[in-house]
């Protein structure tokens, strides 16, 4: 069975720095393409970052130079981290195992990043 | 501004069939497939439709989804109370270099 949990959410202030992380198991992370997600509270949807199984990564104009996607193999686990964070950053945060280069077939249950003084 | 473009909200009663659009570009739909997916409240987002038309597995054949040129749609048949819910679609942008989604359709089972 396929499984996704998020962790590494939290209260971070603006410029802060948080890494997010997202445990797998039922399948190889490093096999697939992988995003991330969020949702502002009360918002829509918007993709913030993809990583192809051939290590090719990809990202939002509103977060490029400051957030990084990677993978680490050896845990299947699959990070986000996030520097110079902004008060519009504040939402939740789901990673997602991806059908091809979009669409998500697999979320996790999402992590809240608050970004606030 | 979402480069997906979705009507805010829908509605239908018990049994109705009611259809949810997504209009885009040449760089978006026009040239790549179309995603739908269903968020009930609290919940995580959960995939309807794949590559256009397509259902996974555990999907009712009540969801169906369809494309033309640069916009697409998603029909739901049978309409059910368990159906209100909010309805995104999506699609790789050539352009941008990235995935963009629709702003949502929050759908009411009247």
């Known amino acids: 069975e396929v499984q996704l949990v998020e962790s590494g959410g939290g209260l971070v202030q603006p410029g802060g720095s948080l890494r997010l992380s997202c445990a797998a198991s039922g399948f190889t992370v490093s096999s697939n393409y992988m995003s991330w997600v969020r949702q502002a509270p009360g918002k829509g949807l918007e993709w913030v970052s993809v990583i192809y199984s051939g290590g090719s990564t990809y990202y939002a104009d509103s977060v490029k130079g400051r957030f990084t996607i990677s993978r680490d193999n050896s845990k299947n686990t699959l990070y986000l981290q996030m520097n110079s964070l902004r008060t519009e950053d504040t939402a939740v945060y789901y990673c997602a195992k991806d059908v091809d280069s979009s669409g998500s077939s697999y979320w996790g249950q999402g992590t809240l990043v608050t970004v606030s003084s | 501004q979402s480069v997906l473009t979705q009507p805010p909200s829908a509605s239908g009663t018990p049994g109705q069939r009611v259809t949810i659009s997504c209009s885009g570009s040449s760089s978006n739909i026009g040239s790549n497939y179309v995603y739908w997916y269903q968020q009930l409240p609290g919940t995580a987002p959960k995939l309807l439709i794949y590559?256009?038309?397509q259902r996974p597995s555990g999907v009712p054949d009540r969801f169906s989804g369809s494309k033309s040129g640069t916009s697409a749609s998603l029909a739901i048949s049978g309409l059910r109370s368990e159906d209100e819910a909010d309805y995104y679609c999506?699609?790789?942008?050539?352009?941008?270099?990235?995935?963009?989604f629709g702003g949502g359709t929050k759908l009411t089972v009247l």
């Open positions: 590559r256009s038309n």
């Open positions: 999506e699609a790789w942008d050539d352009s941008l270099s990235g995935r963009v």
